[in-house]
């Protein structure tokens, strides 16, 4: 079965930056589009970044748009998200999710349209 494990969250302060990483098994990584979300409690889960199967197009919230930067590695089947100028609103659970069919672009889907999802890793964003 498909599995997503995120990591490299933590806690920054505001400007500073935080790359997160998704590494994927158990399903072809390079055709699928993938995605990162957030959520922080009683809010709903929030799409940052979405990037297509062949890491071609990319695609991002305007809350992120020139700070944030996705990537793929589809020789490692790894996920990437690089952050700067981090703010606190920033703040939140961050999760890599995989597309639930192939040759997609990993963006502007449902949330219960994605296959896979990670366990999560938290970025907090304060000084």
């Known amino acids: 079965d498909g599995q997503l494990a995120e990591s490299g969250g933590g806690l920054v302060q505001p400007g500073g930056s935080l790359t997160l990483t998704c590494t994927a098994s158990?399903?072809?990584?390079?055709?699928?589009?993938m995605a990162w979300f957030r959520q922080v409690p009683g809010k709903q889960r929030e799409a940052v970044s979405g990037?297509?199967?062949?890491?071609?197009?990319?695609y991002y919230a305007a809350s992120v748009k020139g700070r944030f930067t996705i990537s793929r590695d589809n020789a490692k089947n790894t996920l990437y998200l690089q952050m700067n100028s981090l703010r606190t609103e920033d703040t939140a659970m961050y999760y890599c999710?995989?597309?639930?069919?192939?040759?997609?672009?990993?963006?502007?889907?449902?949330?219960?349209?994605?296959?896979?999802w990670g366990q999560g890793t938290q970025v907090t964003v304060s000084s």
């Open positions: 999710a995989a597309d639930s069919e192939e040759y997609t672009t990993g963006w502007n889907k449902p949330t219960n349209e994605y296959g896979y």
């Open positions: 990037i297509s199967f062949s890491g071609g197009s990319k």
């Open positions: 158990g399903f072809t990584f390079d055709t699928y589009g």
